[in-house]
Each structure stands twice: as C-alpha cells, then as structure tokens.
C-alpha cells in the first residue's frame, strides 16, 4: 500500500581507526569476504539501494547484488544523489544490469542512458521530499551505502532507522580521509545524533555492530 513508512538502513565499512576510505577518497578494501556476503545479501533484501555521486565518481560501483554471494539475485532499484548531473554516462550504475534513478535538483535538466530522473530540492537533493516520493512509488526498504556526506545528511534529517557498520582490523589514519558520517557534522551538542547499540559480534576478520537511531 503506497503511502506507508520507508525503513532506512545506513551501511559502512570502516578501519579500526574511523576512516571508510583512503585520504585521497580513494576506496581501499576493507571489508572481508563474510561481511560482502553479508552486504549482498543485506542489498538483496531491500528494494533500493542509495549512494552519493561522489562514491560513484571515486568508486564507480555497480550496486547490484552478485550471484556469488546470492542465488538468483532480484537487484534492488539503485539511487544516486546528484544534484547538477554529475554521474558519467559510462559509469557502472548506468550500465543497465538493473533500474536507475538519477536524483538532481529542479534546475538540472540532464537526462541519463539507462536511467529515469527524478527532480527534488533547490540545491542539494530534498532527501524528505525523496523519500516521500519513495514512499508513494511503494519503496519499502533502502539500503543507504554511503559515501559521508550522504551518511551524515540521513543521519541529522533522523530519516535513517539503523546503521551497520563493519569495522575492519587495520588503521588508514591521516586527517582528511573521510569518516562514516562528514558533511558539515554536529555545530552543537543539540545537532548529536543519539543511537541505541542493538548488537555487536564478531563476523569474520572483523566487529559487525548495529544500532538503532533515536528519534
Ligand atoms: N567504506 C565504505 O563503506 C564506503 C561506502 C561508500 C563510499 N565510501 C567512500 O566515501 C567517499 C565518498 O563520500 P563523500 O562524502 O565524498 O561523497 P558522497 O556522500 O558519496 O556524495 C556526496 C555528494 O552527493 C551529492 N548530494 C546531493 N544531495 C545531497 C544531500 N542531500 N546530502 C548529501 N549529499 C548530497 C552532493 O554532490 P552534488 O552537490 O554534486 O549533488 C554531495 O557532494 C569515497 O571516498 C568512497 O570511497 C566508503
């Protein structure tokens, strides 16, 4: 029934040390072999999955669910963020292998192969609006990959209901390479957002951990 409340879920790889990619912004693996099946079963489970344009244009990922890992795998919807139109035409999440949605904001007119567009917000892409629209197209679960920016905007809206994060036993360090949630971040202790630990267990090489976000 359209119209009923989209479930949220934000899921990250990060170092011991805090960081989910090099400080170019370059990805480097962290996530083991148990956590990309657990991954890509997790993507099999929802009905889309949402990143930033910047993970696509420093990962290029094809967001899709591999039979490797999942048997006749049903490829979830893929969205990206992406407010001028910044997503190359070449780039995997349009490489047709499942349905696209390119989100831009109302002064972008830039159409894409293999992909419907969807204009939403001024500026940045309205993520309440987005989801709203979600919702009434019958979106029931989404699966939010990252990268920080996009984390964070989920994360301060409260629009995110979970978040999973693998924690991989190695450290990137450095200043500047990106956390699970960046963006402009907390200005105030009233801006923190609270979460409520659900679980934590040890998958693989690594700590899975799962909290609930507080609302
Ligand atoms: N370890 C992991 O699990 C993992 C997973 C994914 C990504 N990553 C890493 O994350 C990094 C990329 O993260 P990032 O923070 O640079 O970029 P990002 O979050 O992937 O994308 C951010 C961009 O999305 C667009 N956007 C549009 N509307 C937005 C909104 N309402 N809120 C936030 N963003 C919006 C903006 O670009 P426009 O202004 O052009 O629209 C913004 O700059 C890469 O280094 C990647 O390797 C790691």
Redesign the pocket.
């Known amino acids: 029934m359209a119209g009923e409340h989209l479930k949220t879920i934000i899921?990250?790889?990060?170092s011991a040390d805090g960081?989910?990619?090099?400080k170019?912004?370059?990805?480097?693996k962290?996530?083991d072999e148990q956590d990309k099946k657990r991954v890509h079963e997790l993507r099999n489970s929802v009905d889309a999955i949402l990143?930033?344009?910047?993970?696509?244009?420093?990962?290029d990922?094809k967001l899709t669910v591999k039979e490797k890992y999942v048997k006749n795998p049903k490829h979830p919807i893929r969205i990206?963020?992406?407010?001028?139109?910044?997503t190359p035409t070449d780039a995997l999440v349009l490489n047709g292998a499942a349905k696209t949605i390119i989100?831009?904001?109302e002064r972008c007119g830039k159409t894409f192969p293999n992909a419907e567009v969807i204009r939403c917000?001024k500026?940045?892409?309205?993520?309440e609006r987005?989801v709203q629209e979600l919702e009434r197209r019958g979106i029931r679960k989404m699966l939010v990959?990252?990268?920080?920016?996009?984390?964070?905007?989920?994360l301060r809206t409260h629009i995110a209901d979970e978040v999973c994060i693998?924690i991989g036993s190695m450290v990137i360090g450095g200043d500047s390479?990106?956390t699970?949630a960046?963006?402009p971040g907390a200005e105030d202790e009233k801006d923190i957002v609270h979460m409520r630990l659900k679980d934590a267990e040890v998958l693989g090489s690594g700590v899975l951990v799962k909290y609930e976000v507080v609302k």
């Open positions: 899921n990250c790889a990060m960081k989910i990619a090099l170019s912004r370059r990805q480097t962290i996530s990143v930033g344009v910047d993970t696509v244009l420093s990962d990922p990206v963020l992406d407010s001028d139109g910044r989100v831009t904001n917000g500026e940045d892409v309205d993520i987005l990959e990252g990268g920080s920016k996009v984390i964070w905007s989920f693998f390479a990106p699970p960046g963006g």
